[in-house]
């Protein structure tokens, strides 16, 4: 266990609507990173959050949110919701600053129909 | 661009056999982290191994090492006495100090037969 925790596990939306997944980070980090993993695929960097304030993004549409609390949890949140959302999206908490390994959580399964 | 490319979709070994998985990278920075992770079924991200570019020697965990060729931005991971617990996706990824992003490769689905 990595203490990042991410919530829900499983999710089915319809397409075109919202979805917000959570994560709660590792205990002293402070940056929150979002990575989409498509069937087959490896992970692709989505954003990441440091001090409440958006610090880097991929190649993600704007419709692809986020939010970070004073306490380092995150959200992610998705408009308008498209088929090829469907994806794992996992969470992953680090310390800013320091290049070594983050820490991912177990992911949400999200299903867009 | 930063790119991590694993060119083997998917390979077999034999229980208590050794078996290497490829990864190349490219990167033009001086300052960055190499790992393998391992994805089981549950999911997890689980850290294999990590190597720091500026360190010559090959990263060993117990059962699993790497081959570092930081000219031919190369590093392959070599499990020795595969285990079955070993059969996982396993991804190759970078991570800069320009960025702290990571990049992924595309992974290796191992095969541990019995």
């Known amino acids: 266990e990595t203490g990042v925790t991410q919530s829900p596990t499983h999710l089915i939306k319809t397409r075109g609507q919202q979805v917000t997944l959570r994560c709660s980070s590792q205990s002293g980090h402070n940056t929150v990173s979002w990575y989409q993993q498509a069937l087959g695929q490896g992970p692709q960097f989505i954003f990441q959050y440091y001090r409440e304030e958006e610090n880097g993004r991929g190649n993600f549409p704007p419709r692809f949110s986020g939010l970070q609390f004073p306490n380092y949890s995150s959200e992610l949140n998705v408009n308008a919701l498209e088929l090829d959302d469907s994806a794992l999206y996992l969470c992953a908490s680090s310390l800013t600053g320091r290049l070594t390994e983050a820490f991912f959580g177990q992911g949400t399964r999200l299903t867009v129909v | 661009a930063q790119t991590v490319t694993q060119s083997q979709p998917e390979m077999s070994v034999q229980e208590a056999e050794t078996v290497t998985l490829s990864c190349t990278y490219d990167?033009?920075?001086?300052?960055?982290?190499l790992f393998w992770y391992k994805q089981p079924p549950s999911r997890q991200m689980i850290l294999v191994i990590r190597?720091?570019?500026?360190?010559?020697q090959n990263a060993t965990e117990n059962r699993f090492s790497v081959n570092f060729q930081k000219a031919a931005k190369s590093f392959s991971l070599k499990i020795s006495d595969s285990q079955l617990g070993d059969a996982a996706m396993y991804f190759c990824?970078?991570?800069?100090?320009?960025?702290?992003?990571?990049?992924f490769g595309t992974g290796t689905r191992l095969k541990v037969l019995a």
């Open positions: 190597q720091e570019a500026y360190k010559q």
């Open positions: 990824a970078s991570l800069t100090s320009g960025t702290y992003k990571y990049i």
């Open positions: 990167t033009s920075e001086s300052d960055y982290y």
